[in-house]
């Protein structure tokens, strides 16, 4: 088969076109951005072409696929239309690759791609499995019978997807521009996870996963009592974390993690939970969770002198307050400044609060203007950064002119945060700290 991948360099695409090029298929794509992105290199390394214009033919049984992020009227998907080229949704093409594997499918509003790479990492260095993680990594061979697929809910783009285990990390109001609510979004990962062929895992502690009226067999996993499988005895280091485990009230034993955060603990829990029903034993579990390196952009660290910059994925409230929270665990003695590039007009309007509250937890706040690619600024009159900033005693515009007032900073931890690009303001601040 032949694909064709509008928007390639989309984490999301970029992960399926490496999937689909393992596969045997003939690849190629399509992208509006030419400077380089980390979600390209696997594609790099499997040399796909990615083309920039609209210049170079393509086969008439080449079947087309395209990001999200891409309009109906955008120049690129209006010739492939005029062309009579065959177009596939995205979620209804990993739809088809969940029911050739047994498949993994990773859900929650946060913690979905740590998830997914933690269960990936295990699972590759013991039974071999195919994986797609939202951070620009995808695998498979065709002899793999596992397939770890991370499912995310937007536009219920996870409905698509036939489970063997069907993972819920947790569930908060998101996405407000295509859900009707936080009570709608519960309805839709209930429909998610009953889809399940074999089982559910998902995290007891969260009240809203409790909510869900679940058809299939449940293993509840959390901090709290009631859940089958406990983390007791937490504690935590500048080295990472520690803790027990226990299922169905038997020490299973215990877990040493290289990373921080009480989020990750909970991540680590799903994973065990989905090892242990795939017969991974507990030392083998433990060797390899103490060599886990994490996604991309998930926690990553640059130190230079005594500033240590993390660049993160974080652009919802929760995923802010527990990336801070684990940048003063990891560096308790340094100063804390935060710069967040805010993605979407919806996400600033209906959780102003929120990301007031969650960005206090640092001691310097700055922010760039919001980066909405999938919405228009003229449906969102008067939305801005400065809707957050505005409460935020602290808080300042920052862009590539102005980076310049954080040269003087000293022994600090500067945390870089968004899921759009924020790439080239780190660029400009790592050249001027070099």
Known sequence: MKYYCIGIKGAGMSTLAQ??????????????????????????????????????????????????????DHKEIKRVKELGLTIQSYHDILGDLSRKFQTICVAGTHGKTT??????????????????????????????????????????????????YAVITNIELEHTECYNGLDDIIYHFGLFANKATQQIVACGDDQNIRKIAFTKEVLFYGLNEGNDLVAKNVSFSDKGSSFDVFLYGS????????????????????????????????????????????????????????????????????????????????????KLIAIFKPNTYSRTVEMTDDFVEALKIADQIYMTEIDANREKASDYPGVSSHMILDKIPNGKIIDEESIAQLKEEKNAVVCFMSCASIAHLLDAYMKMIA
């Open 115 to 164: 998830t997914s790479s933690l269960i990936t990492h295990i699972l590759n260095h013991t039974k071999g499995c195919n994986y797609f993680i939202g951070d620009g990594s995808g695998f498979a061979k065709k002899e793999n019978q596992l397939f770890v697929l991370e499912s995310c809910e937007y536009q219920k783009h996870f409905l698509a997807y036939t489970p063997t």
């Open 251 to 334: 020490l299973f034993g215990h877990f040493d993690l290289p990373l921080y955060g009480m989020h990750m603990v909970l991540d680590t829990l799903a994973c065990i939970a989905i090892c242990h029903l795939e017969g991974i034993d507990y030392e083998t579990m433990h060797q390899l969770l103490l060599t886990f390196v994490n996604a991309k952009r998930r926690f990553k660290e640059t130190k230079v002198g005594d500033i240590i910059v993390i660049d993160d994925y974080a652009h919802h409230p929760t995923e802010i307050k527990v990336t801070l929270n684990a940048a003063r665990q990891k560096y308790p003695d340094k």
């Open 19 to 72: 999937i689909l090029f393992d596969l045997g298929n003939d690849v190629s794509g399509y992208d509006d951005v030419k400077e380089y992105k980390f979600t390209q290199d696997g594609l790099d390394q499997r040399n796909i072409p990615i083309y920039y214009d609209q210049n170079h033919p393509i086969d008439k049984d080449t079947i087309v696929t395209y990001s999200a992020a891409f309009s109906p």
